[in-house]
């Protein structure tokens, strides 16, 4: 069975294809405006992880949506969830696939999916939507991460992600300033994938 996990670089995304592989064929999946390279950003870290990589490209008009979203909120959540549904009918409607699967975990409050459009687009497509993480914590997803991965982290503006506010914010920025991205996006840390940690010899 072949599944596609939704893929940002970061260790959500990385950990769960981790736990999907031994029993899908996993493909790691990144959507884009080509608004910034995150597609590039994307590859690299599935090479290092060893899994095949696609990236889907999305209409600009979701994203220019988005962006009255946020600014009219003056917060990111709607606008974030706003791209990752479509993102997920977009993935759907490619075909060829029986899992999409994201790295949503327990306490994440964005992305954020309400259930009866995940099962709106699995009716209509065909598929399962599925988030491996979703029973656990921050704690315990970074004792699985520190098993497996190795992570560079920092605050969400310094690290170079393939995730929907890089393009987000790079539009607010373009449209706007510098001033309103910071006031619509709340200082956070966020994670990029390194490489993948070599099992350990056992004797």
């Known amino acids: 069975m072949k599944a596609r996990v939704m893929f940002s670089g970061g260790k959500d995304s990385a950990l769960s294809a981790i736990l999907l592989e031994p029993y899908f064929d996993v493909e790691l999946v990144t959507c884009t405006f080509s608004l910034v390279d995150v597609g590039n950003i994307a590859r690299k870290v599935a090479d290092e992880l060893g899994f095949a990589h696609s990236v889907v490209e999305l209409e600009r008009s979701v994203l220019d949506d988005a962006l009255e979203m946020a600014v009219e909120d003056n917060f ?25 699967v994201d790295g949503i975990r327990r306490d994440d409050r964005v992305p954020r999916m309400d259930i009866s459009r995940l ?51 790079y539009l607010i920025r373009q449209e706007y300033d510098d001033e309103k991205v910071l006031s619509i996006f709340p200082e956070h840390v966020q994670s990029r994938v390194l490489r993948k940690i070599k099992e350990k010899a056992t004797n």
């Open 119 to 169: 099962r709106s687009i699995e009716d209509r497509y065909g598929v399962h939507c599925a988030s491996p993480l979703q029973g656990f914590g921050r704690a315990a997803v970074d004792l699985m991460v520190c098993e497996h991965l190795e992570v560079e982290e920092g605050l969400s503006d310094r690290i170079s992600k393939a995730d929907y506010e890089t393009e987000l914010r």
């Open 76 to 100: 990111p959540k709607n606008a974030i969830n706003h791209i990752h549904s479509h993102a997920l009918e977009k993935i759907a409607a490619c075909g060829s696939v029986d899992m999409i």
